[in-house]
């Protein structure tokens, strides 16, 4: 009897055993699955990445930039650094703003930066940092993108440029001119004399390091028309090798001196021939206001002009100080004679150019202009459908970057 009654009582504490078992197991089962949906709706990865920084460091960033397919499509960024603590404590997908703009967060916790994204078939830029860009233009390979206020892209907006162009150079002012180029995220095209060049050689490097153009003048100053074929060639060719042995590249235009060329001398040195259509007249006049007035007097300071000015006189050089942040604050944007041509639809042939105006293109007065063909930013749209419906935020995330995504978590 007594035996009877050790058996049922431990029958019964087996029974209670696994019932308890059963209830562990349960409870570390919701556990899993909980975990797994906050997981899901990037509500811990960013805390993770925040603060145990598992391969979000800059390295990673890189590798992110680098695995893109479309260079100027935007990267997902994952959170990190005392910047993103205002990112931080919003952690729900779609549209955030900040003190510094609106930004967009990825169902994985990441957010786009540094390129183009449609969402919902609205077309943004994204900058370094992950706001959008508005009111504002975007130069990227060399072409330039209009977004308005709600940040939306505007095709066909044109931002009107002048070329500013330097000749008989380089002196001991340009270094001068250089700063206040830079100091503007000015470019400018410089044609220099191949017999000074070595002089200022420093002062040709940075031109290429701040993005300007490294330009032909001859070799001293001939006048090209009036020299044999073989002399006229030797003029740019010497001072070629000359650029080429000092900034590591030779002139990608020429300027002939004085404005003076024919078709021929065109045909035999192969190179587009730069003129002008706006002449400052520094070299007569020798001072700064001047220079200044009979610049924007001109009745040519529009889209598409070329200024001819000279760096080797010191009030030329003031003249630019004033002129550079006048002309941008006219909402005029600085570029070189390449750059122009790539956004005027120019392939720079061997022939001569004076301006880039549109109605020279129109009256095909500009050689190996392409014609109108607007350029449109193409990337993959993600569509939120402007409600919080994550499940197809979600969906549309994970089918648009898995490869990015993958060298994110790599
Ligand atoms: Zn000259």
Known sequence: MDNEILRRNRKRKEQQLKRRRRLKLCIFASGFILAAVLLGRGLLRPVWTRFFGSGTDDSTTLQTDVARTDPDAAVRRPLKGKDDIEKLS??????????????????DGTYFADGFQS???????????????????????????????????????????????????????????????????????????????????GCIRRMLEIGCEIGNHSWNHVNLPQQTIETAIQQIRDTDAELEAICG???????????????????????PFILWC????????????????????????????????????????????????????????LVTISEMA?????????????????????AGLVPGYRGEDAITPQTLDVRTDGTTDDSQTEGTDDSQTEETEDEIAA
Not at 92 to 101: A, L, P
Not at 291 to 317: C, F, K, R, T
Not at 342 to 362: M, Q
Request: charged share 25%; net charge negative.
């Open 119 to 201: 969402i919902d078939g609205i077309q943004y830029y994204f900058d370094d940092d992950g706001h959008i860009v508005v009111s504002d233009w975007v130069v990227r390979g060399g072409v330039e993108y209009y977004f308005d206020a709600n940040g939306s892209y505007i095709p066909g907006q044109e931002r009107p440029m002048i070329a500013l162009t330097f000749d008989d150079g380089p002196s001991e002012y340009t270094d001068r001119l250089l700063d206040a180029l830079e100091a503007n995220g000015a470019h400018a095209t410089f044609f220099m004399l191949g017999w000074i060049a070595e002089e200022q050689a």
């Open 278 to 333: 706006v002449d400052s007249l520094d070299w007569s006049l020798k001072d700064a206001k001047l220079d200044y007035d009979s610049i924007m007097n001109s009745g040519a300071i529009q889209d598409g002009s070329i200024i001819l000015m000279h760096d080797i006189y010191e009030p030329s050089v003031a003249c630019a100080e004033m002129l550079i942040p006048a002309l941008i604050s006219q909402g005029y944007r």
């Open 90 to 107: 919003v952690n729900t997908i779609g549209w955030h703003e900040d003190s510094k703009g609106r930004w967009f967060q990825n169902a």
């Open 342 to 362: 790539r956004a005027k639809n120019v392939d720079l042939i061997s022939s001569a150019y004076t301006d880039f105006w549109d109605t020279s293109l129109e």
């Open 249 to 271: 590249q030779e002139s990608t235009v020429v300027r002939p001196p004085y404005g003076s060329y024919s078709d021929e001398v065109i045909a035999a040195i192969d190179k």
